[in-house]
Structures are given as C-alpha cells and as structure tokens.
C-alpha cells in the first residue's frame, strides 16, 4: 500500500481545512485509514480513524470540529477540519491498517495562527 497525502497549509484560527490521503497498492487489504497528528516536541497522536464500513473515532479534542469521511471509489480518506485552533498544528499523517502491515504516508504540515 502506498498512500499520498495532501491539503496542508497555513489557516487561521477558526478557519477550515480539508486533508485527503489517497491510497494505491494493495488497497483490499486496508481495514482502517486514520489521520494522527504530531506536534513539535510531542508524541504522534490520533486524530480520527474510520473502518471499511465507516464506523469512526475521534480524539476528544476534535469531536465536533473534525469529521473523517472515506471514499471509496477513489480510494481516498478526507479529513475536513473546522473551527481550527492554534493547538491543532501539527504534522499530519495518514495511516492505513490492514491484517498483516501498518502504512503510514508522508506528513502533511498543518499551522493555525492565532
């Protein structure tokens, strides 16, 4: 599996945006695609992970703002960010998790000025 990851960027608070990760490769063998986050100097965390049959999970701190979506057609997971704060920077990463392997995509940078 390999991912590509996109939709990073500068915003300010309260702004949007919207991070997709696109899959290719052995793409029947994902169970679960998530986004986790890594703030300077701290630990990656998760963000929001969605299984093949949509069920989703979100870190506390994004619940209400942050809403993870899979298309899968296109093979792509979407992250649409709201209501951004300050605390939300970070470097994404998308994952995707099958049986047997974890894939993780190049980070996508994410800053929110206050």
């Known amino acids: 599996v390999q991912l590509q990851a996109s939709g990073g960027g500068l915003v300010q608070a309260g702004g949007s945006l919207r991070l997709s990760c696109a899959a290719s490769?052995?793409?029947?063998?994902?169970?679960?695609m998530g986004w986790f986050g890594q703030a300077p100097g701290k630990q990656r965390e998760l963000v929001a992970t969605i299984t093949l049959n949509g069920q989703t999970n979100y870190a506390d701190s994004v619940k209400g703002r942050f809403t993870i979506s899979r298309d899968s057609a296109k093979n792509t997971v979407h992250l649409q960010m709201s209501s951004l704060k300050p605390e939300d920077t970070a470097v994404y990463y998308c994952?995707?998790?099958?049986?047997?392997?974890?894939?993780w995509g190049k980070g996508t940078q994410v800053t929110v000025s206050s």
């Open positions: 490769g052995s793409i029947s063998a994902i169970a679960v």
């Open positions: 994952r995707a998790e099958g049986v047997l392997t974890t894939t």
